[in-house]
C-alpha cells in the first residue's frame, strides 16, 4: 500500500486523480490536505519512523490562500520526508512557475490537461515515475519493473 | 527741442520762389515815376507806384515789398517823413528804403541813415546803377522768403513728429548716445510719474536702470540695428518698479541719437504667469490623470488574467466530467441526452480555447522581457509551418515563402504573427480552393521591413476590414472554427514590435496581410 498524501482544494481533482491511480492500478491509502494551512501543519507532524510518512506528496500548485512552495521547502526541512517524492500538479505551463517548484524541491512538474484521457494519464505516468524512484519500492521488483518501461523521470 | 532730429519727417521746399517780388516807388512828380518804372520793368518784379506819402504809407499796410524807392523831396509829406511812419510800422519796419533826391548834403544822409534808409540815389538817376540796386534787394528779399518758407515747413514737420510721438501708446524717449534725454512724450510723464521738464537733460538710466550699452543697440538685428523687445525693470519717481518691454533703435542726425520705446508690461508678466500657473495645473492634472488611467488599465489587464485564469479551472472541470460521464454512462443516456452532453462537452471545449487565446493576447501585448535579438524569419517562418502541420497536409495547402531577411527583432512574436497569418490563410480558404499562399517581403523606402502574406481564400467584405484586428470581433459563423483573436494577437505582436499591420483585400479572391516593422527597433 502506498501512503499518498494529496493537497488540493479542488474536489473534482480530487476524484480524478483518485481515478488515475486506480486505473493504474496502484494500492494506495490517500491523505487529503484541501488547504495549504492544513498541508503545512501535516508536514510538519512527521516524525522519523512515522508510519503515516507519505511514499509521494501530490501538491495543487495554484492553491488559494498560500505558496505552495513554502510547503516544499517544509518538506525539504523536515528530514522525516527525505524518502517522500514530491510532483507539483498545476493547470499552469508557464515555465516560470516550473523552474520554481523544481527549484523549491519539486521532483516532478505535471501539468493538468483539460483533456480527460490526458489528465489521468499524466497523473499516472508521474505517480509511477515517482513510485519507481522512490525507496519503498526497491523491494517490490514486479511493481518497479513494470513501472520502468513508461517512466524515464528525466526530472529526477 | 531742436528741429534737426526730425529727419524721417521733413516734406520737400521749393529750392527757389517763382512769385515775383513788390516794389514800391514813391515820388509825387509822375513823370518821374514812369522813368523809374521804364528802368526797373526789365527786372520783371511788381512795380507799384505812389504820388505821395499817404498814399505810400496806405500801400504798406496792404503789401509787403522787397524795396521801396522814395522821393525826398514832396509836398505835404516828405520823403524822410514817410520813411518815419513806414518804420514805425511792425509789417514794414525792415523794408529797404532807397531815397532818391537831387543834391547832396551831410546833414541829409545823415538823417536818411538815422531813419534806416540803405542807400541814396542821386538825381540824375543813372539806370544800371538802379537796376543793380534794386536786383540786389529782390535778390535778398526772395532769399529771405525762401528762409521763411523752410522754416514753417520744418515747424510743420516738427509738428507732425510730435503728433505722431504723443500718440504713441508706448513711452517715447529719444536720449543721445549716452543716455541724456532729448525728448520725452506725455505717455513717460505717466507711465513714470515725472514732469516732463525734469525728465530733459537728466540720464534715462533713472528710468530703466537696466539700459544697455550702445554697443548692445549697434548689433544688427534682421530688420537693422537695434534692440526689440528687451524685457527689463522701469524705475518709477518713487523708486517703485514695474516690468517693462523696451525697444531701441538708433537714427543719426546731427549727431547720434536713440529712440526708446517703453512698454508697461506688467498685465503681460500676469498674463503670462496665469498661462504658466494654468499650463503647470494642466500637466499636474494629466499626470494624475495618467496614473489613473494607468491604474485602471493595470486593474483591467489584471482583471483580465485573472478571469482567463480562474475560469480556466471550472471549465477544465466541465470538459473533464463530461468526457467521464460518456465514458461511464454513455449506454444509459438515450439519443436526446447523448447530444445534450456533447453540446456540455463542445462548448467547454469552446471556451477553453477561448480562454486560452485570450490568455495568449494578454500575453502578447503585455511589455514583457522576451531578449531582442537577430531572428532569421526564414527559420520562424518554418518553425510556424511545422506548428500548422496538420492543418496544412489536410488542406493540402501550397505555401511559397520567399527568401525572407534577418531582422533584430523578438522571435516568439514574429512566429506568433506568422503563425496566426497562415493559420488564417488556410482556416479561411474558399470552398472547392486548394489554398494557395504565399509570403513575400522587401523593404520600405524608410528602410522598414515590410511583410505580406498572401492568400485566395474568401477575403474581407470592406466594412468588415476595421474590425478583423479587434479582440473575439469574429465575422464569420460556426462553419469556421476560431477564437477570433487570432488577428487581434498579430496587431498586439506587430505593436510591440514597432510596427503596423494592415490588409487588402478582394471578396471572393483572397486577402493579403501586410505588416511593416521599423529598420532600427527601440529596444
Redesign the interface.
Known amino acids: 500500500m502506498y501512503k499518498i498524501l494529496l493537497i488540493e482544494d479542488n474536489p473534482g481533482d480530487v476524484l480524478l486523480i483518485e481515478e488515475a491511480l486506480r486505473e493504474a492500478s496502484i494500492p494506495y491509502e490517500l491523505t487529503l490536505c484541501e488547504t495549504i494551512e492544513a498541508a503545512l501543519r501535516k508536514v510538519s507532524e512527521f516524525t522519523n519512523d512515522d508510519p503515516s510518512v507519505p511514499d509521494v506528496l501530490l501538491l495543487d500548485y495554484n492553491l488559494p490562500g498560500g505558496d505552495a512552495r513554502e510547503v516544499l521547502r517544509l518538506c525539504r526541512a523536515n528530514a522525516a520526508l527525505s524518502d517522500t517524492r514530491k510532483a507539483v500538479i498545476s493547470s499552469s505551463l508557464s515555465p516560470r512557475d516550473k523552474d520554481d517548484a523544481l527549484r523549491s524541491g519539486a521532483e516532478c512538474f505535471v501539468y493538468k490537461p483539460a483533456d480527460l484521457d490526458l489528465f489521468l494519464d499524466e497523473i499516472r505516468t508521474a505517480v509511477v515515475k515517482l513510485l519507481a524512484h522512490s525507496h519503498v519500492c526497491d523491494g517490490e521488483g514486479a511493481i518497479s519493473s513494470k513501472f520502468e518501461e513508461t517512466a524515464a523521470c528525466t526530472d529526477l | 527741442m531742436s528741429a534737426v532730429i526730425t529727419p524721417n519727417f521733413s516734406e520737400p521746399v521749393a529750392e527757389f520762389v517763382d512769385e515775383r517780388t513788390k516794389l514800391l516807388l514813391v515820388d509825387d512828380d509822375r513823370d518821374n515815376l514812369l522813368a523809374l518804372q521804364a528802368v526797373l520793368d526789365p527786372l520783371g518784379q511788381e512795380l507799384m507806384l505812389a504820388t505821395s506819402g499817404v498814399e505810400a504809407l496806405r500801400l504798406c499796410l496792404e503789401h509787403d515789398f522787397a524795396a521801396m524807392l522814395l522821393d525826398v523831396r514832396m509836398p505835404e509829406m516828405d520823403g524822410f517823413e514817410t520813411a518815419e511812419l513806414i518804420r514805425a510800422r511792425k509789417r514794414s519796419s525792415h523794408t529797404p528804403i532807397l531815397f532818391l533826391t537831387g543834391y547832396r548834403s551831410d546833414e541829409q544822409l545823415f538823417r536818411g541813415y538815422d531813419l534806416g534808409a540803405v542807400d541814396f540815389l542821386f538825381k540824375p538817376i543813372v539806370p544800371e546803377i538802379l537796376q543793380s540796386k534794386v536786383a540786389a534787394f529782390v535778390e535778398l528779399s526772395r532769399k529771405e522768403q525762401l528762409l521763411r518758407r523752410k522754416t514753417e515747413a520744418l515747424e510743420r514737420t516738427e509738428q507732425k513728429f510730435r503728433a505722431v510721438l504723443e500718440a504713441a501708446p508706448d513711452a517715447m524717449v529719444i536720449t543721445d548716445e549716452n543716455g541724456v534725454i532729448q525728448l520725452a512724450n506725455s505717455r513717460t510723464d505717466s507711465l513714470f510719474w515725472y514732469e516732463r521738464e525734469r525728465l530733459l537733460g537728466t540720464n534715462i538710466e533713472s528710468l530703466i536702470p537696466e539700459w544697455p550699452s550702445i554697443a548692445a543697440v549697434e548689433k544688427t538685428l534682421p530688420n537693422g540695428p537695434g534692440i526689440s523687445e528687451l524685457r527689463v525693470a522701469g524705475s518709477r519717481r518713487n523708486r517703485s518698479s514695474f516690468p517693462a518691454q523696451i525697444t531701441i533703435s538708433p537714427f543719426e542726425a546731427d549727431g547720434r541719437f536713440l529712440t526708446t520705446a517703453i512698454r508697461d508690461a506688467t498685465e503681460q508678466v500676469q498674463a503670462e504667469e496665469r498661462i504658466l500657473r494654468v499650463n503647470a495645473e494642466l500637466e499636474k492634472r494629466v499626470a494624475e490623470r495618467t496614473i489613473d488611467l494607468m491604474r485602471s488599465n493595470d486593474a483591467l489587464r489584471q482583471f483580465a488574467w485573472a478571469a482567463s485564469?480562474d475560469l480556466?479551472?471550472p471549465?477544465?472541470?466541465v470538459?473533464?466530467?463530461s468526457?467521464?460521464l460518456r465514458?461511464t454512462a454513455l449506454e444509459k443516456l438515450d439519443n436526446k441526452e447523448r447530444e445534450m452532453l456533447t453540446f456540455v462537452e463542445e462548448n467547454g471545449?469552446r471556451l477553453?480555447s477561448l480562454l486560452e487565446a485570450l490568455r495568449e493576447y494578454i500575453y502578447i501585448s503585455e511589455s514583457g522581457d522576451e531578449p531582442w535579438a537577430e531572428v532569421d524569419c526564414n527559420a520562424v517562418v518554418q518553425a510556424a509551418l511545422d506548428n500548422l502541420e496538420g492543418a496544412i497536409s489536410e488542406t493540402q495547402a501550397d505555401i511559397q515563402c520567399d527568401p525572407l531577411p534577418n531582422i533584430r527583432s523578438i522571435e516568439i512574436l514574429l512566429l506568433q504573427l506568422f503563425q496566426n497569418l497562415i493559420g488564417n490563410a488556410i482556416k479561411y480558404r474558399a470552398a472547392g480552393r486548394t489554398p494557395d499562399i504565399a509570403i513575400t517581403s522587401s523593404r520600405g523606402d524608410d528602410g522598414s521591413y515590410l511583410f505580406a502574406v498572401r492568400d485566395n481564400g474568401i477575403g474581407i467584405e470592406p466594412k468588415h476590414r476595421e474590425y478583423v484586428f479587434s479582440v473575439f470581433k469574429r465575422l464569420h459563423g460556426r462553419n469556421y472554427a476560431g477564437t477570433g483573436i487570432g488577428l487581434a494577437i498579430c496587431k498586439a505582436a506587430v505593436e510591440r514590435l514597432g510596427g503596423r499591420i494592415w490588409v487588402e483585400s478582394v471578396p471572393g479572391q483572397g486577402s493579403t496581410f501586410h505588416f511593416a516593422l521599423p529598420q532600427d527597433n527601440i529596444q
Do not use: F, L, P
Request: aromatic content about 14%.
Open positions: 485564469h480556466q479551472e471549465t477544465r472541470m470538459v473533464a466530467y468526457q467521464w465514458r471545449r477553453q
